[in-house]
């Protein structure tokens, strides 16, 4: 169950990602510029841990190939389509990844796993209209299922998870700062704030937490719980800025954590 733990809990952090955002934006904060800013704080506070191990090419791979891609498409996906659409695209993975493992890392989908994937792609359409799929949101969604399926097989060959959850951030930000240019040199001290908050809780803490659960539960079952996160932004959304929840919204959650709880079934 501690596996199980650490992806619940990464998904709560997770899920703070938009309220975060929208206070950077408030304060003169820029979208191109929040995911090298996330990235690059991650990697910084996460430096001593790591020392000279985020030169791995391993890691090199993973923060440029699906890391940095993800922190810039989420964060156009969120702008362009909004928060809550952006959250429900970014949970189609579960479906990719599941289809992935199976070659990628010899993993079995039973029975009940399949239910889990129905029961939380379920759950997250009743929390989001899905008629608003869009190509800028299965991006985010395909870098997402590359971070958890290659997660995996890193772990599972021995590499230590505080490194596979920090080293590719280096990658990422220096990735985010070619695509972002011009805007990084106009960055607000309230952006700042945020993007210190945003890289310790949302990229350097959730990652190792999520690599150190990947060391003992599969891919696949990883992505079903973590299909949390998008419940956990919901609730928030309520408690923190008043944002209202449908009766449809209510019956989501239950069913997402109905998913959640009979994926952490052995």
């Known amino acids: 169950m501690r596996g199980e733990i650490f992806i619940v ?70 702008a362009v389509l909004g928060v809550g ?35 939380a792609l379920t759950g997250v359409f009743l929390l989001e209209d899905p008629s608003k799929i869009n190509i800028i949101g299965i991006i985010p969604a395909l870098s997402y299922s590359g971070i958890i399926v290659y997660s995996r097989k890193l772990v ?8 596979v959850g920090i080293a590719p951030l280096l990658w990422a930000a220096l990735e985010g700062a070619l695509v972002s240019g011009f805007s990084m040199t106009r960055i607000t001290f309230c952006s700042v704030i ?40 919901t609730l928030l959304g309520f408690l923190i800025l008043g944002q209202m929840i449908s009766m449809k919204g209510i019956v989501g959650g239950i069913i997402i954590v109905l998913a959640a709880m009979l994926s952490m079934r052995k």
């Open 156 to 163: 599972s060959a021995g590499a230590d998870p505080m490194d």
């Open 194 to 233: 945020a993007s210190i908050y945003l890289g310790a809780f949302t990229a350097l803490l959730p990652y190792v937490l999520y690599s150190k659960g990947l060391k003992t539960i599969e891919a696949s079952r990883a992505s079903i719980i973590s299909t949390l996160e998008p419940l956990f932004a």
């Open 9 to 78: 809990t990464a998904a709560l952090l997770w899920s703070t990602i938009g309220i975060a955002g929208a206070l950077s934006y408030s304060c003169g904060g820029d979208v191109m510029q929040l995911p090298a800013l996330r990235a690059l704080f991650g990697f910084l506070i996460g430096l001593p841990v790591v020392k000279l191990r985020f030169l791995d090419k391993r890691y090199v791979i993973m923060g440029f190939l699906f890391t940095g891609p993800l922190f810039i498409s989420y964060q156009i996906s969120a």
């Open 85 to 119: 659409t952006a959250a429900f695209l970014l949970y189609t993975a579960p479906v990719i990844v599941s289809l992935v493992s199976v070659p990628v890392l010899k993993e079995k989908i039973s029975l009940k796993r399949g239910i889990s994937i129905i029961m």
